[in-house]
């Protein structure tokens, strides 16, 4: 939880209204930002190992339920080839 305080307020620094969601049964999103008007949703991933396609159709089903401009994926490593894939496909 201490990387999701940490953009927490790195979005907040950086003019975006934040709100963080419930700690468990967040149905893939973990931080809400709105700017200008964009709600844009985030889910943080601070792993050891390299953040699969399962984050990335999570946040993608999230942004439907949280009615969410965009999506983001975040994380301190970087993501499999089909994480990417399918990030890239779905814009």
Do not use: C, W
């Not at 709105?34 to 159709?57: C, D, L, W």
């Not at 089903?61 to 975040?74: D, Q, R």
């Amino acid at each position: 939880y201490e990387f999701e305080d940490f953009l927490k307020t790195l979005f907040s620094k950086m003019g975006y209204q934040v709100e963080q969601t419930k700690l468990s049964g967040d149905q893939g999103a973990d931080l809400v930002v709105v700017k200008f008007g964009e709600k844009s949703i985030i889910q943080a991933k601070r792993f050891g190992g390299k953040v699969s396609n399962k984050a990335v159709q999570e946040i993608l089903a999230a942004m439907s339920l949280y009615k969410a401009h965009e999506g983001m994926v975040i994380t301190n490593n970087y993501f499999t080839p089909p994480a990417m894939e399918l990030a890239n496909a779905n814009k």
